[in-house]
């Protein structure tokens, strides 16, 4: 099945890093030439609280804004959003629209035999891997897990490669530190701060690319094509 | 506009362009940010003078940059006021004095400061205040819905809404323009809906920052700058209602109508800068017209690509980026032809579908409908509008899952 829109909801718990999540994930698909919008859910968010964010990649000018309502992909970035009920809408996946995909970081399947019976109804896919053990093992920190989801959403969607995503995620912490001070005026202490920057991007990039590969793997196993036309071919037609 | 032939640069070392060249002419790079970011970049491109803020969710980043760029030298004054009332009240003093000033609010803190607007109107002072709307209490509420549009309606302000981050950017720069001609001078109110712009990103292309617009000069007011004492305002000091007489009431009232009219006389120069005071979208011939204004007019496009596109339903947008003026004879032309009027909001009384029928009446006999409506901050899917539409049509919704 073509889209030629992906509308993304994720739900996550405060501090996790959703909300950039989404900032990188729109970045990275605006990079691809795609259309991209990023939001958080607007409300005031706190540590272990319901958090959420959206994401919408089109190959035409989005207009849509606010709450997902009805997603393509869900991407659960914290077990307790199923088994406690940490998200704004309930059941989690409600408004999941025919032939979607979710994403879950969590060890082990969460989800009853009725979820799953209703997901299978909608031809819903669900990729459960733990994003916070890649996080653990290759960043050395779980802050990474939203690399990792990150990874895993583009490594099945397939709408854009490892380039992008560096890219988004460069953008988000590099940017802003390289406009303010000129790289010829760094003294030694911001030189080592800009150091360890550049190390905590690269573990990034890294847990990033290995969720990415995962996922590629198992997207290809089920048959899952790329979710949107690659943007030259939407400038072809 | 100074015509010179010297190029010029204003405080901030910036070289001076005409608003023409920066809105129009310049070439623009593509840049990923906020609604809240590109307030600043637009401030940082104007040549403002001052700028008072105070914190409100959620203008508190584009209030909190402005400060920013005060301290990179592109805005002469900033400081905190100590309530929206006293920041609306210490704008006005730095407007008098001359100065081109801006400043950001929301929700509550508007309706706070609500006397200052029409005094800023009579005393003729062009500041210009980005609105980014989220609902007026009780019960409280954070999120985006913009019943506070409702209350500025009859400030004497000019309102323009817009409807993207970009379009933000551009109407801010357009805004100073507008507001600061001689024969307009009134107070520019430059609407979004909170959050849906504010707090998110998306691609938005801007001129280079070494640029800006000519700097305001206050000798071209209607007015003479800080003497308020002058006829027809005498504002300050021995007001003419002191005098409890016939020309007091003649006074206030003529000088009402003067306002109104200088928000009439805005159409041509907003007209000019906005390409046009309304936006139309979708299938020219579409009998079902969306009028709407801000995200509802985004939120309508959306839908009115999936009725043309999926329900084979002929939908168009009439988008209304001006308020006030409000451009009546825009939307009677824009109109014609259609068998039903929607007009989706983000509020609970219809703002919008009153003034769309006030403009309407005796024009055109086409049902006016105030649906769907939200409030409270609540998102308004595309999916949501589109059954809306199916089911007033008597036809079968399969859309929303």
């Known amino acids: 099945m073509r889209r030629r829109r992906i509308n993304v909801r994720m739900p996550a718990i405060g501090g996790q890093g959703a909300v950039t999540a989404a900032h990188i994930i729109a970045t990275a698909a605006d990079h691809a030439g795609y259309h991209a919008v990023s939001n958080p859910f607007f409300g005031a968010e706190k540590r272990m609280a319901p958090a959420e964010s959206y994401v919408r990649i089109g190959i035409e000018p989005i207009y849509d804004r606010g709450e997902v309502v009805y997603p393509d992909v869900i991407m659960v970035f914290h077990s307790q959003v199923i088994t406690m009920g940490k998200s704004y809408t309930m059941p989690f996946y409600s408004g999941i629209k025919r032939d979607g995909l979710i994403i879950i970081n969590a060890e082990e399947d969460l989800l009853s035999d009725r979820d799953k019976a209703f997901l299978e109804s909608l031809n819903v896919k669900v990729f459960n891997f733990s994003a916070t053990k890649f996080a653990l093992e290759i960043a050395g920190t779980e802050l990474a897990t939203n690399m990792a989801m990150i990874g895993a959403f583009f490594g099945i969607t397939q709408i854009a490669g490892m380039e992008s995503i560096e890219e988004g995620i460069k953008a988000r912490f590099l940017k802003k530190f390289v406009a303010s001070g000129g790289t010829m005026s760094l003294d030694s202490a911001i030189e080592r701060k800009f150091k360890k920057k550049l190390e905590l991007i690269e573990k990034n990039i890294n847990t990033a690319k290995a969720a990415y590969e995962l996922a590629n793997q198992w997207a290809k196993e089920q048959g899952i094509e790329p979710w949107l036309p690659k943007p030259q071919e939407v400038a072809r037609v | ?401």
């Open chain 2, 1 to 401: 506009m100074q015509k010179t032939e010297q190029v010029q640069y204003n405080r901030a070392g910036q070289r001076v362009v005409s608003p023409e060249y920066m809105l129009f002419e310049a070439p623009r790079t593509k840049h990923f940010m906020t609604g809240s970011e590109v307030v600043k970049e637009a401030v940082k491109r104007s040549s403002v003078d001052a700028s008072v803020s105070y914190p409100i969710t959620p203008q508190s980043e584009a209030a909190h940059m402005i400060g920013e760029l005060w301290v990179e030298g592109y805005v002469g004054v900033y400081f905190r006021g100590e309530s929206e009332f006293g920041v609306m009240s210490e704008i006005a003093g730095c407007a008098m004095a001359g100065a081109r000033t801006i400043t950001t609010t929301s929700g509550p803190g508007t309706l706070r400061a609500m006397e200052n607007f029409p005094m800023w109107a009579g005393s003729r002072l062009p500041i210009q205040l980005v609105l980014m709307a989220r609902g007026i209490n009780s019960p409280l509420s954070i999120q985006p819905d913009n019943l506070e549009v409702s209350f500025l309606l009859d400030t004497g302000c000019m309102i323009w809404h817009a409807e993207t981050a970009q379009e933000l950017f551009d109407m801010i720069i357009a805004g100073f323009v507008v507001a600061e001609q001689p024969d307009v001078h009134v107070p520019i109110v430059t609407v979004v809906d909170g959050f849906f712009i504010s707090h998110t990103r998306e691609a938005v292309m801007l001129p280079p920052d070494d640029i800006a617009l000519p700097p305001y000069n206050p000798y071209k007011a209607p007015m003479p700058p800080i003497d308020m004492e002058m006829s027809p305002g005498r504002f300050l000091r021995d007001p003419y209602v002191m005098k409890s007489n016939y020309i007091s009431y003649a006074t206030h009232a003529s000088w009402q109508f003067e306002v109104r009219a200088a928000i009439e006389r805005s159409r041509p120069y907003a007209k000019h800068l906005l390409r046009g005071l309304i936006e139309e979208f979708g299938d020219p011939e579409g009998d079902l017209v969306f009028v709407a204004s801000g995200t509802a007019a985004a939120q309508a496009k959306e839908a009115t690509q999936i009725l043309i596109h999926e329900e084979g339903v002929k939908a168009r947008v009439v988008r209304l980026k001006t308020l006030r003026p409000f451009p009546t004879q825009e939307l009677i032309q824009a109109v014609q032809g259609a068998k039903y009027i929607f007009v989706p909001e983000f509020n609970v009384v219809g703002w919008l579908e009153r003034e769309v029928r006030r403009a309407l009446y005796g024009h055109v006999d086409i049902p006016v409908i105030g649906s769907p409506r939200v409030a409270g901050g609540m998102t308004m899917p595309p999916e949501f509008i589109v059954k809306e539409i199916l089911q007033f049509l008597g036809k079968e919704v399969k859309h929303v899952v």
